[in-house]
C-alpha cells in the first residue's frame, strides 16, 4: 500500500472538516477561531453556549486552552481582556467585558431587576425588599452555602436563605460573580420569586407545590423579564436549562395561555403538585379556599364598593408600557392576549383581550365569539 503524504492527510482532513460544518463557510476556515493559527491535521468544532453558533478551533487550543465559564469556547489565555478569576473560572475576552464582578454593581444589577419585576406584574404579585439583603459570591462560596443552607431551591448560580428572627423573616440573597450582566439579572429575579413563593404560599401549599413546579414558576418569572428586555439570547439559555425539567416550558405555555393571573391563582391554591404536559386546563384546578382581598392589592382600587356590577363590558384603565401594556375591564386587569372572567351583574362571561392600544382595547367575546372595541369612559360625579 502506499503511503499518503503529510500534507495529503492535512488537506483531506479539512476539508473532512468543511464537509461537517458547512454554515461556517464564511468565517475564515483556515484558521483557528481562537489563536488565530492554521490548523494541522485535525480541526474541532465548539459550539458558543452564547450565541449557538459552532465554532472551529485547533488542537492545541481545546487541549491547552481552559474553556470559558460563559460561553464553553477555549479562552486566549494571553488577549487584553483575558480573565482568571480566584475560584479558578475563567472568562474569554469577549464574555469578559459585560461580567459582573464587583458587588456594587451586582447589588445595583439586583434592585434594577426588582424594579422592572414590580412594573411588570404590579397588578398581580409583588417583590419585598426591605426584608431582603443581596450579596455577589464567588463560586466556591456558593458551593459551600448549598452545603450549608437548609432551603431547599437553590438554583446553579443564585441561592436564598431565609431567616427568621423578631417574629420577621428576612431573606439573604447570593448571586455568583462573573456571570453577564442579563444572566446575573435573570438570575436575580430568580432568587426574588423564591422569596415572594415562601411569603405568599400556605405552608400547606409549600408542602404540596413540587420542588420542579416551584423552580419551573421562578423560571418564568426571569424568561417574562428578559422578554420585557427584549434579550433572546438570555431567553433561549433559560429554555435550554433543563434542571426544571420542563416545567418551565409548561408555565409559560400556560402564561401564553390563560394569562399570568391564572398561573398565580395555581402556585397559591393548585390542587396539583405540578403543571400537566398531557392537561395543561389543569392549571384552573384550584382548591376551593378562602383567599384574603389582601392578595390583590392592585386590584382593589379599581372595585369600589359603592358602584354596582356594570352589566356591559367598561374600559376603566389604560396602564401604557410599549412592551406590555395592561388595561382594566370592569373588574379584572388583563394584558395581550389574557383571558379571564368578567363580571357582568349577577354573571360572568368570559373574555380575552386581543390587543391593548393608547386609546382602547379589542376584545373577544370567547363564548359567542363577538368582538368588541373598548375605550376609557370618562367618570361622572
Known amino acids: 500500500m502506499k503511503r499518503i503524504h503529510a500534507a495529503g492527510l492535512q488537506f483531506f482532513a479539512f476539508i473532512f472538516a468543511l464537509y461537517l460544518a458547512p454554515p461556517l463557510l ?15 491535521l485535525k480541526v474541532y468544532l465548539v459550539t458558543d453556549q452564547v450565541t449557538m453558533e459552532k465554532v472551529r478551533v485547533c488542537g492545541n487550543c481545546v487541549m491547552g486552552a481552559p474553556d470559558c465559564f460563559v460561553c464553553g469556547v477555549p479562552a486566549q489565555t494571553n488577549a487584553p481582556g483575558f480573565l482568571h478569576l480566584s475560584d479558578g473560572r475563567v472568562l474569554c475576552e469577549r464574555d469578559a467585558k459585560t461580567a459582573v464582578l464587583r458587588e456594587d454593581e451586582g447589588i445595583q ?3 434594577e431587576a426588582r424594579d422592572t419585576l414590580n412594573r411588570l406584574f404590579s397588578r398581580f404579585i409583588s417583590f419585598p ?9 464567588d463560586r466556591v462560596h456558593l458551593q459551600e452555602l448549598f452545603k450549608l443552607s437548609g432551603f431547599r431551591c437553590p438554583n446553579v448560580w443564585g441561592i436564598t436563605q431565609p431567616r427568621s428572627t423578631h417574629n420577621k423573616v428576612i431573606y439573604k440573597v447570593s448571586i455568583m460573580t462573573g456571570l453577564p450582566r442579563s444572566w446575573f439579572q435573570a438570575t436575580c429575579a430568580h432568587e ?7 411569603e405568599h404560599l400556605s405552608e400547606a401549599r409549600r408542602q404540596t407545590l413540587g420542588h420542579d413546579a416551584e423552580e419551573g414558576f421562578c423560571e418564568l418569572v426571569s424568561y417574562l423579564l428578559v422578554d420585557a428586555q427584549h434579550d433572546e439570547n438570555q431567553k433561549a439559555a433559560i429554555l435550554r436549562n433543563a434542571y426544571t425539567r420542563g416545567q418551565v416550558d409548561l408555565f409559560i405555555d400556560a402564561e401564553r ?12 391554591y393548585g390542587e396539583d403538585e405540578e403543571l400537566s404536559a398531557s392537561d395543561p386546563g389543569r392549571v384552573r384546578k384550584l382548591i376551593a379556599v378562602h383567599r384574603p382581598s389582601t392578595a390583590a392589592p392592585a386590584l382593589a382600587v379599581y372595585k369600589p364598593a359603592a358602584v354596582t356590577t356594570p352589566t356591559n363590558l367598561l374600559l376603566r384603565a389604560i396602564f401604557w408600557d410599549p412592551s406590555r401594556p395592561t388595561a382594566v375591564i370592569n373588574d379584572r386587569t388583563f394584558g395581550p392576549n389574557e383571558q379571564g372572567k368578567v363580571r357582568l351583574g349577577t354573571t360572568n362571561v368570559s373574555v380575552r383581550c386581543l390587543a391593548i392600544r393608547k386609546d382602547g382595547v379589542r376584545v373577544r367575546l370567547v363564548d359567542s365569539a363577538e368582538e368588541r372595541e373598548l375605550t376609557v369612559q370618562p367618570v361622572r360625579h
Open 192 to 198: 426574588y420569586t423564591h422569596v415572594w413563593v415562601n
Open 26 to 40: 464564511a468565517a475564515d476556515p483556515g484558521r483557528c477561531f481562537v489563536c488565530g493559527a492554521a490548523f494541522g
Open 109 to 111: 444589577l439586583c434592585f
Open 257 to 268: 395561555r390563560f394569562g399570568f393571573n391564572e398561573v398565580v391563582d395555581w402556585i397559591q
Open 129 to 137: 425588599q426591605e426584608n431582603v439583603t443581596v450579596t455577589v459570591v
